[in-house]
């Protein structure tokens, strides 16, 4: 299976950069039911960023509003799902690189089962240009799933 690659919503807050807030955050969206797709969390200045990509953007809306998390978003990236193989990340990136699209950001993992997934980052003004380039699927409220691994992420179940 080639890469299933989405035109995504995702939403971020930020938080004190100490221990436990992160968690906190995933956990009051555990505790909701919430499940997430994609999670990534890095520092900002004295401060963290947390980026969720949930399956269900009305329920983590909701749950995020209940626990009193300030979220900025929707804002749009790329997720990508396919078969891990060597080179998977540099042809994408080298097919963006071609267009002169410049990669904000890029996070990517093997999942295993020889399954790999990634968001990807660009700036807005780039997003529609990268969508043809990469045959992203149109941006919907909640990302399909392929027939195949991985499902949503229940982060701290």
């Given amino acids: 299976m080639a890469e299933v690659i989405q035109r995504i919503q995702y ?7 100490k221990p436990g807030e992160g968690a906190r955050v995933l ?6 039911g919430v499940s997430l ?3 990534s969390g890095f520092p900002k200045g004295r401060r963290a960023q ?5 399956a269900d953007q009305v329920a983590f809306k909701a749950a995020a509003k209940k626990a009193k998390v300030k979220l900025v978003g929707p804002k ?21 690189a071609g267009a002169k699209i410049n990669v904000t950001a890029l996070d990517a993992v093997a999942a295993g089962a020889g399954r790999y997934g990634a968001i990807l980052w660009v700036k807005p003004r780039d997003i529609n240009k ?6 992203a699927s149109p941006l919907s ?4 799933q392929p027939q195949s691994p991985p499902n949503p ?3 701290g179940a």
């Fill in 141 to 144: 409220q909640s990302p399909q």
């Fill in 37 to 39: 797709l994609a999670y």
């Fill in 76 to 96: 749009t990236a790329f997720l990508i799902q396919g078969d891990d193989r060597t080179g998977a990340v540099a042809t994408i990136v080298a097919k963006l």
């Fill in 11 to 17: 939403f971020y807050t930020e938080l004190p950069d």
């Fill in 153 to 155: 992420i229940s982060f």
């Fill in 50 to 54: 947390l980026d969720f990509i949930p």
């Fill in 27 to 32: 956990n009051l969206l555990k505790e909701a």
């Fill in 130 to 135: 990268a969508a043809n380039i990469l045959g």
